[in-house]
């Protein structure tokens, strides 16, 4: 049975209609006007970036990758069949509908979940508890509804089934959880270069779960994840975890620092061209 469970943990399946992507756009047209209203273009910078970081990683390099041995020789970590038919690497007519998946599980999700991510880490401090419950709300309740929708929509039913192998991955989610979480520990917990701030390190990782539930729930409980609850408790616990610390680490050490120098660079062009 426990070799049941995790093998199931490789296999990452989703199973939705087209008009799901058509809903989440929607949706994500919304939440970047919610954004804008509320002066968040941080949040906005920050999931473009890594946007472009999931769409390189998902629809490029995983798409164009080997599953491994234990998979028939030309099977790649990610794969699609797209009104019954798999969707080949040559692409072709499937180009397009492969990039509106791609997109919705890449861009989207990034927009979403790692601008809200930057939201949450400014009330780290500033504790807007009312921004918190606003944003939040509306990023769990978006995706909450937008399998139900796509059900009750006939918009476009074409059948869309995204398979993710992960047999290669897992040692890298471990090892990313891991090295994040140690390094974070000792930026901000050992004492030896911040202030120690263990309720940081909890906050964190409380984040990296809440991001996690908030998108695999939806998918549970509508079926659109044909998994069980041990995938469900393992991906809330692993998948956003293996990157918020380093998010953390980017949002509140190496983004400042860049920034910094690219201020400081920009004054000392304008006083040699005042000078000279």
Same mark, same amino acid.
């Given at each position: 049975?426990?070799?049941?469970?995790?093998?199931?943990?490789?296999? !990452?399946?989703?199973?939705?209609?087209?008009?799901?992507?058509?809903?989440?756009?929607?949706?994500? !047209?919304?939440?970047?006007?919610?954004?804008?209203?509320?002066?968040?273009?941080?949040?906005?910078?920050?999931?473009?970036?890594?946007?472009?970081?999931?769409?390189?990683?998902?629809?490029?390099?995983?798409?164009?990758?080997? !599953? +491994?041995?234990?998979?028939?020789?030309?099977?790649?970590?990610?794969?699609?069949?797209?009104?019954?038919?798999?969707?080949?690497?040559?692409?072709?007519?499937?180009?397009?509908?492969?990039?509106?998946?791609?997109?919705?599980?890449?861009?989207?999700?990034?927009?979403? !979940?790692?601008?809200?991510?930057?939201?949450?880490?400014?009330?780290?401090?500033?504790?807007?508890?009312?921004?918190?419950?606003?944003?939040? +709300?509306?990023?769990?309740?978006?995706?909450?509804?937008?399998?139900?929708?796509?059900?009750?929509?006939?918009?476009?039913?074409?059948?869309?089934?995204?398979?993710?192998?992960?047999?290669?991955?897992?040692?890298?989610?471990?090892?990313?959880?891991?090295?994040?979480?140690?390094?974070?520990?000792?930026?901000?917990?050992?004492?030896?270069?911040?202030?120690?701030?263990?309720?940081?390190?909890?906050?964190?990782?409380?984040?990296?779960?809440?991001?996690?539930?908030?998108?695999?729930?939806?998918?549970?409980?509508?079926?659109?994840?044909?998994?069980?609850?041990?995938?469900?408790?393992?991906?809330?616990?692993?998948?956003?975890?293996?990157?918020?610390?380093?998010?953390?680490?980017?949002?509140?050490?190496?983004?400042?620092?860049?920034?910094?120098?690219?201020?400081?660079?920009?004054?000392?062009?304008?006083?040699?061209?005042?000078?000279?």
């Amino acid at each position: 049975m426990l070799n049941t469970v995790f093998e199931s943990f490789n296999e !990452a399946i989703r199973r939705f209609d087209y008009d799901y992507i058509y809903i989440d756009s929607i949706f994500l !047209a919304i939440w970047l006007g919610f954004l804008i209203k509320h002066k968040k273009g941080n949040a906005i910078k920050f999931g473009i970036f890594t946007g472009f970081v999931t769409y390189l990683i998902d629809a490029i390099v995983w798409w164009n990758s080997p !599953a +491994g041995n234990n998979y028939p020789i030309g099977t790649m970590i990610r794969e699609y069949w797209i009104g019954g038919v798999q969707v080949p690497q040559t692409l072709g007519i499937y180009f397009w509908p492969k990039f509106g998946a791609d997109f919705m599980m890449t861009f989207s999700y990034s927009l979403f !979940a790692f601008g809200w991510l930057w939201i949450m880490f400014e009330n780290y401090v500033k504790r807007n508890f009312k921004e918190i419950l606003l944003f939040t +709300g509306m990023i769990f309740g978006f995706w909450l509804v937008t399998p139900f929708l796509s059900n009750l929509i006939t918009l476009d039913d074409t059948l869309v089934i995204s398979i993710r192998h992960m047999d290669t991955q897992m040692i890298t989610w471990t090892v990313n959880f891991i090295v994040g979480y140690t390094l974070f520990f000792v930026i901000y917990v050992s004492g030896k270069f911040r202030k120690r701030d263990l309720k940081l390190f909890g906050y964190v990782f409380l984040l990296g779960c809440l991001g996690a539930f908030f998108m695999e729930f939806p998918l549970f409980i509508s079926g659109i994840r044909p998994t069980g609850i041990a995938f469900l408790l393992y991906d809330t616990l692993l998948m956003f975890n293996q990157g918020a610390p380093y998010l953390y680490i980017l949002y509140a050490e190496i983004f400042p620092y860049l920034a910094k120098k690219l201020k400081k660079n920009k004054y000392a062009k304008i006083e040699l061209l005042t000078t000279n």
